[in-house]
């Protein structure tokens, strides 16, 4: 009883996030975060926990996030715009759907399928309370991919990225830093062209990555690649508002879904 | 050869658009001849107007109505990449050299106009000389394409050194009601 009214105040008051977890490891599961390692916890509402947390998962698209977009959306932002067949990265044919006049096409049926994959994963991720960094290190669309990140409640890191960020952390940023979940790029190079250090830090960590990754990116290390345009505006708007209204839809989700559960375990209690 | 050029695009475009205003003009010509539903009191019109069948060109348009009232309900039918590609202005134009597409400048820092004009990449443009205040974020140009995407190999390089811009000569602004120039989507 003492041990449910604990992890609800823990729960409403959002510090599941909060929680410092002094520990040598490397990085920490967002899920295994929301326990208190103290309690020992009761069967019902580990039962609850885990229902919370596996019920999603039975269902391939439990966020509905295939409604967001349509191929005409993807087409109409410019999405399936590649570089010039002088640029293309080997490990990037299989996504193209062929080259026009020197540029390259990339296949939109592809796109979609790989993009309603990672949007759901990022949902997911969400979901369990994991923190997300966006980042993207064209200097165009900095500003926009911060004000995505504020407008869901994650992060973001447009900025020159110091080595040590990820593999360095408990050292550069204390004992027991709490790592992100998830990466997601806009862009996966930086800005002279070469692959962003991330990819390579976040495999490292074992931290899934999602990436827009164009004709030129080399998508191996990307978990979650989306072959797509990552230098048109009208392109990163789509992919910033897609992102955006996942994370927030994720969120809600699990909001509503933990107050059901409360309500339903106050019915259980009254009875 | 440009003009060849102009006049295609507008015109593979229009399609089904363009026979709407003459197909209505022909249906309100063909009301005024052949009579509704026959009233009770009309018996010996409808026989005249039932034995004066369509033929020809009013027959193929009768048809063809029937066609497009039956085929507006499944509008839900997804197009397929490869003919939303094919009709895409930026396959329409082919060859990107010495192409006139409307642009809008969505940026400008002192003398130099970011131009949009539908392609990946935008082009970067001088302001010119004269009228030089006309020239602000939002107003609409027309512009003369070089390239699509500046890019080139150089010496001891595995890939292509890519500028992200394209390329591209400023005309001058957009005279309203010009119906000559292209626009890209």
């Given at each position: ?69 349509t191929l005409k959306d993807l087409f109409d932002a410019r999405v ?192 | ?158 890939t292509d050194t890519t500028l992200l811009e394209a390329d591209a ?12 120039a292209k626009e890209q989507s």
């Amino acid at each position: 009883m003492a041990a449910r009214l604990v992890r609800r105040v823990v729960r409403s008051a959002g510090l599941e996030r909060s929680l410092v977890l002094v520990c040598p490891v490397s990085r920490t599961y967002g899920s295994v975060a929301a326990r208190a390692p103290q309690m020992a916890p009761a069967k019902e509402v580990q039962a609850d926990d885990e229902k919370i947390l596996t019920e999603p998962l039975k269902h391939s698209d439990f966020f509905h996030l295939a409604e967001l977009f349509t191929l005409k959306d993807l087409f109409d932002a410019r999405v399936h715009l590649g570089h010039k067949r002088g640029c293309r990265h080997r490990l990037m044919e299989p996504y193209l759907y062929g080259c026009r006049l020197e540029q390259d096409i990339l296949d939109l049926e592809r796109t979609v399928e790989h993009l309603q994959v990672a949007l759901n994963f990022t949902a997911h991720v969400a979901y369990r309370g994991g923190i997300i960094l966006f980042v993207s290190r064209n200097r165009q669309h900095a500003h926009l991919v911060e004000s995505t990140a504020r407008a869901c409640g994650e992060y973001a890191h447009t900025r020159y990225w110091h080595g040590g960020l990820l593999t360095n952390g408990h050292v550069q940023y204390g004992l027991g830093t709490r790592l992100p979940d998830l990466l997601v790029f806009f862009s996966t190079l930086n800005t002279v062209f070469q692959q962003h250090v991330a990819i390579r830090d976040a495999a490292k960590m074992n931290i899934p990555t999602v990436g827009i990754v164009d004709s030129d990116c080399n998508p191996s290390l990307v978990t979650y690649p989306v072959p797509g345009n990552d230098d048109s505006p009208a392109a990163l708007e789509l992919y910033c508002r897609l992102f955006r209204l996942t994370v927030n839809r994720a969120k809600d989700k699990r909001r509503q879904v933990e107050l059901l559960y409360q309500l339903k375990g106050k019915d259980e209690a009254r009875q | 050869m440009a003009a060849l050029y102009k006049a295609m695009p507008v015109r593979f475009e229009a399609g089904r658009s363009s026979l709407r205003p003459f197909l209505l003009s022909f249906r309100r010509l063909c009301s005024s001849g052949v009579s509704e539903e026959p009233g009770p009191g009309q018996t010996a019109e409808a026989v005249q107007s039932e034995e004066r069948k369509p033929s020809g060109f009013a027959a193929a348009f009768e048809l063809h109505r029937d066609l497009q009232q039956k085929q507006k309900p499944s509008v839900k039918t997804r197009e397929s990449f490869a003919s939303l590609l094919r009709r895409s202005p930026l396959v329409q134009m082919g060859p990107a050299k010495d192409k006139i597409v409307l642009g809008k400048i969505f940026h400008v820092v002192e003398d130099d106009l970011y131009i949009d004009f539908g392609g990946k990449f935008h082009c970067v443009c001088k302001r010119p000389a004269g009228e030089p205040e006309k020239y602000q974020r939002g107003v609409r140009v027309r512009l003369r394409l070089l390239d699509l995407e500046l890019t080139s190999r150089f010496l001891g390089a595995h890939t292509d050194t890519t500028l992200l811009e394209a390329d591209a000569v400023l005309l001058g602004l957009v005279e309203s009601g010009d119906p000559k120039a292209k626009e890209q989507s």
